[in-house]
């Protein structure tokens, strides 16, 4: 037969599971009855309260020195709320040389700390919403390249005390991926390949290491079981054929394992690369990021058999086994089957954990789970991984990772080419009276629909001096593609946004946004305070025209506002933008930069004054509205930076919005994303009135609710000084002076002075 290569998910009911195994002529089974996947079950001496793992999958967002990050409290927080008996904590670095990216957990005495309170917030969390405890286990890992093996398997050792001493029930010795221990137990060619002893030696000394330190510490490995290149240097593979499975040395290596103490074991593969030529293909499995080239049913298979054959060779040890997310809503009866036929004890879930974190609750609530909350196998989330970007469901989890990748979209350069031959190139243009910034909009697409994109930068850069900034934050249904003559005669006008910003990213990526000054200098030296978009844009402007420019910035770095208060999933940053253009004035010397300099405090106003022939004032003039303050009350700008800052990490249940201003709607998607479980958006005015940015559609999203026509009179607080709630006058029912009390943790003001 010949091989089914992928298909799309297409059935509808369990039989039609069964059929499509049958076709493929699988040994898989499906068990309509689910209940074997919530019974409790042991790990060693340990009680596991049901039978799902969440998989370890890196989240990419750590903080700089490896402690958990806002993002990555969130992601576990919700597998503790969702039912999990069992964490699977991501790859944990040892030591600061095994960082695979700048980005990853990173375990270290500085750290300790973070990690301890971490892990009881999990565990309080799962208490407080099942009545039972969470098992963790931390996943430590080292993916750089040493030419001594002692100092590697020393950080192992030191990494798992720290973890038992944080609170983690056990530590997992990563040998999957492009990890030390993986790449020795494959014997690759950097790895001095050799026997099998030689090969896992420096396994079981770190083993022994840390049986002897943390006796109590359970003791678990992640094994990628195969790996799908040609012998030697592939693992668990067939001398004569790669694409077959030979689970000797995996069997082999899982008897070690037991005889070092370890309780439990997570099985996963590397699928077969059968497209590329014969010599790539036998050397390169397929990545994460890559759909498989055979039916998912053969890969799951593959992993089964996989973890059967381990099974069935260590008796007693626990087996987790995954490859269960094309099933979709029938993940949980491929699962039972399978640990109903012996080839798993314990069902991991990984990406599908990250699209739907609540599973295993709700097949306990409602004996299913949700087609339209299950991973669809897109492979964005190992996408994200690799452009170096936090990792979550772009699809399942849109609020907080559907705007993560900072490439310009249409992403398919066709696509946008396409949409810039859309542009009628109008005389008196619309889009161009309805800019701000005058850009000669169709100008500008009509070099770029000819492949002419620098030309088409140069075009805009004439009237905005920063237009990556601008494309990402302007509001352009509101001005330029508001006037575009396409919305009235398609109903959807040309992406000048989008096709602006894919014009500006590229330019800047072929390193050709710097700044352009010709001539020499004008022996002029300008003062301009502030390093947000206005200061800089006019910094560019006096840099063109020859003229010394020193900037005065209090905060820490450029960007203003945007750059500290805008979130990431709306906003990429300014540095990128703002180093590419300003590089040849401070290579030049005509460009100074004093951040953390504050006008009034470091310095006066005098002085610059005395020292430069002009100064700019650009520092910024913005603040909310307040109708009152005290305990779980603070206005938006304040919250919004908090939240960037990774300042919230238990976040309050029920939060209003007290909206009006531009920061509203930021702060009720940032609020939801956070964790809130009711997020009110509150305007005294109209629903016409709202500045409001996102489609009606938002509201309907559990848990968020507008109260329009209500303005706020004030808080309530209990006699111990705590917020109850926010105090309106309910216009809406036409009775002048009635007022009502909405609960409330947290009230954000982000109502602008002009608002109603």
């Known amino acids: 037969m010949d091989i089914p290569f992928y298909e799309p998910f297409t059935i509808r009911d369990l039989a039609g599971v069964r059929g499509e195994i049958e076709r493929l002529g699988l040994d898989l089974r499906v068990e309509e009855d689910v209940s074997r996947l919530l019974e409790e079950t042991r790990v060693g001496d340990r009680r596991l309260a049901n039978r799902f793992c969440v998989q370890p999958m890196e989240g990419h967002d750590a903080e700089e020195d490896g402690a958990p990050g806002v993002l990555t409290h969130r992601r576990y927080i919700r597998y503790a709320t969702g039912g999990f008996g069992l964490i699977w904590v991501e790859a944990t670095a040892v030591c600061a040389a095994g960082r695979a990216h700048r ?5 270290h005495g500085g750290t300790q700390a973070a990690f301890a309170s971490w892990v009881d917030e999990i565990r309080c969390t799962a208490r407080a919403e099942w009545g039972r405890d969470v098992m963790l286990i931390l996943q430590m890992s080292h993916s750089g390249g040493e030419d001594r093996l002692e100092p590697v398997g020393d950080a192992f050792i030191e990494a798992a005390t720290l973890a038992g001493e944080a609170g983690f029930d056990g530590v997992d010795l990563m040998c999957c991926g492009e990890g030390v221990l993986a790449k020795r137990l494959a014997a690759r ?15 079981c000394e770190i083993l022994r290491g840390i049986r002897e330190r943390c006796p109590d510490l359970l003791l678990a490995v992640r094994l990628s079981a195969y790996n799908a290149t040609r012998s030697p240097y592939g693992f668990g593979v067939d001398g004569a054929d790669y694409r077959r499975v030979d689970p000797a040395e995996p069997n082999q290596f899982a008897r070690m394992l037991r005889d070092s103490g370890v309780s439990m074991l997570s099985v996963t593969a590397a699928g077969p690369n059968l497209r590329e030529s014969e010599e790539r293909r036998a050397m390169e499995p397929l990545s994460d ?44 009866q491929g699962a039972a089957g399978a640990v109903r036929d012996g080839a798993i004890d314990i069902a991991g879930m990984g990406r599908s954990a990250l699209a739907y974190p609540d599973a295993p609750a709700d097949l306990m609530r409602d004996g ?61 243009a619309p889009c161009i009276a309805a800019s701000p910034t005058g850009t000669e909009i169709p100008t500008c697409l009509s070099l770029f629909a000819r492949g002419r994109t620098q030309e088409a930068y140069e075009v805009i850069r004439r009237s905005d001096p920063l237009p990556e900034l601008t494309a990402q934050l302007a509001p352009g249904w509101l001005e330029s593609e508001g006037a575009c003559i396409e919305s009235a005669l398609s109903g959807s006008p040309v992406p000048i946004q989008d096709l602006q910003y894919a014009i500006s990213w590229t330019a800047r990526r072929e390193g050709q946004t710097g700044l352009r000054m010709t001539g020499e200098p004008s022996g002029r030296r300008v003062a301009v305070v502030g390093g947000g978009p206005a200061g800089m844009a006019c910094t560019v402007r006096l840099l063109e025209r020859g003229h010394c420019v020193v900037v005065i910035e209090g905060a820490d770095c450029l960007g203003g506002v945007p750059e500290r208060v805008v979130p990431n999933r709306r906003f990429s940053g300014a540095k990128a933008e703002m180093d590419a253009i300003l590089g040849p004035a401070q290579a030049a010397g005509r460009l100074g930069l004093r951040c953390s300099t504050r006008l009034g405090g470091e310095i006066s106003l005098q002085e610059l004054l005395e020292s430069h022939d002009a100064v700019l004032l650009a520092a910024g003039l913005w ?29 309050p249940r029920r939060v209003a919005v007290l909206s009006g201003g531009d920061s509203a709607m930021d702060v009720a998607v940032t609020a939801k994303a956070l964790g809130a479980d009711e997020v009110y958006v509150v305007y005294g005015g109209p629903r016409s009135d709202m500045h409001w940015h996102l489609t009606e559609s938002w509201f309907a999203t559990e848990g968020v609710h507008l109260r329009v026509n ?22 809406a029912t036409g009775s002048h002076g009635s007022e009502s009390l909405l609960h409330a943790d947290l009230v954000v003001e982000a109502d602008s002075p002009s608002g109603p």
């Open 103 to 107: 980005a990853q957990l990173h375990l």
């Open 710 to 731: 209500a303005p706020a009179r004030g808080y309530e607080f209990d006699r111990d000084g705590a917020l109850r709630g926010m105090v309106l006058n309910d216009a």
């Open 189 to 203: 060619p950097a790895n001095n390949e050799g026997s099998f002893a030689d090969r896992s030696r420096l396994h």
């Open 289 to 332: 990021h890559e759909a498989p080239h055979e039916h998912p049913l053969m890969a799951l298979a593959r992993q089964l058999e996989l973890a059967r054959a381990l099974r069935t060779a260590v008796p007693g040890m626990s087996v987790v086994g995954g490859g269960f997310t094309w099933l979709r809503q029938f993940l949980p």
């Open 623 to 651: 603040q909310e509205r307040s109708i009152g303050n005290g305990n779980g009350i603070t206005n938006g700008l304040q919250f919004l930076q908090r939240a960037k800052g990774n300042g919230w990490k238990r976040f």
């Open 368 to 428: 299913g789970l949700e087609p339209g909350k299950c991973c669809m196998v897109c492979y964005a989330c190992a996408r994200l991984l690799q452009d170096e970007k936090p990792v979550g469901c772009m699809i399942r989890d849109a609020a907080v990772y559907g705007a993560e990748r900072d490439e310009p979209g249409p992403v398919d350069p066709a696509r946008r080419v396409h949409e810039a031959r859309r542009c009628h190139q109008c005389e008196a």
